[in-house]
């Protein structure tokens, strides 16, 4: 495979992996490209602008630093500029939640994370669509949704990953609001719902197993129901996701789609790869094959050969 020759960087600054964006720089440089384009952002929403830039510019290859919310941002534009899919995306994983990378084998370790830039596999995978954003992980709304709007911020930069434990407690008692869901048009669930996932990978915060059969590359969405409420009905379903298959739980109902149409009897705050958004009483998801492409550890017998086609 041909080394990349003009190469950019999108990365947050306030986002840590090994040496820094220094040791980045160093490491890129070494692997002898022709033209660097670096843009540093202060927060993961100004990185749709600079990515824009590396399109125009006809990148090679685009690496991003930082976590989900820095990725998702990222590949929602590529996946809706034109000639912006088939440019190969590295992610380094330096993020509170590196949720997809972790998915695909993509290690928090900085020399191997640039390893796997320019010299792994590239692979096309699918992203989910709602409210016209792009997903690579998951959308939640009800329970979830709730935590992470509570997690996000100053209480996320001080506590990390156990800000999503913290505000978890706060919320396991909160109301199940009823909801109707379709998938691919047909009935599927009319109940109260403490909680709806709607996946494009297996693995979700915290390490949980939630959608066990779920592959970023199958052209479908995973979706998940929960309707336990309360501290005791959490606890039994989360611990046989975490023995078994989350299907296993009476308070867990999941199935796969290609579209997902949801409407609540009340508004409620949606996620998005771990990003609180606006509060909506109804969305529809829908799966977008192959949109982005990007790179893999090579040679993985979870992932196949590189395709961009």
């Not at 820094?20 to 890129?28: A, I, N, S």
């Not at 500029?81 to 190969?88: A, L, V």
């Not at 993020?95 to 993509?106: H, R």
């Not at 979700?204 to 129901?225: E, N």
Request: charged share 25%.
């Amino acid at each position: 495979m041909r080394t990349p020759r003009t190469i950019a960087v999108v990365a947050h600054q306030r986002k840590t992996l090994g040496g820094g964006l220094d040791e980045l720089r160093r490491r890129v440089t070494g692997q002898g490209v022709d033209e660097l384009l670096w843009f540093e952002v202060p927060k993961s929403r100004k990185a749709p602008k600079q990515v824009r830039k590396a399109v125009e510019a006809g990148v090679d290859l685009l690496i991003i630093w930082g976590g989900d919310g820095m990725v998702q941002r990222s590949l929602d534009v590529l996946a809706s500029t034109k000639g912006g899919s088939k440019i190969p995306v590295a992610i380094m994983p330096a993020g509170t939640g590196n949720l997809f990378a972790t998915n695909l084998g993509i290690p928090e370790d900085l020399e191997k994370a640039v390893e796997i830039a320019f010299h792994g596999d590239r692979h096309r995978f699918d992203l989910g669509l709602l409210g016209g954003e792009h997903f690579a992980v998951m959308a939640g709304v009800g329970f979830d949704g709730a935590m992470i709007k509570d997690a996000d911020g100053a209480l996320k930069d001080r506590l990390g990953k156990l800000s999503y434990v913290w505000t978890g407690i706060r919320h396991v008692n909160g109301e199940a609001p009823h909801a109707k869901i379709k998938v691919d048009g047909t009935d599927w669930f009319d109940d109260e719902a403490s909680c709806v996932l709607i996946g494009n990978v297996g693995t979700i915060t915290g390490g949980i197993k939630a959608f066990d059969d779920a592959a970023p590359d199958d052209g479908w969405l995973d979706v998940g129901v929960a309707t336990a409420q309360g501290a005791l009905q959490w606890a039994r379903a989360l611990g046989t996701m975490a023995v078994g298959r989350s299907d296993d739980s009476p308070f867990v109902r999941m199935t796969r789609a290609r579209r997902v149409d949801v409407k609540l009897e009340s508004k409620l705050e949606y996620e998005l790869d771990g990003g609180a958004r606006a509060k909506t009483r109804k969305f529809t998801a829908e799966v977008v094959p192959g949109a982005v492409t990007v790179c893999v550890p090579a040679s993985s017998p979870e992932k196949p050969d590189a395709s961009t086609d």
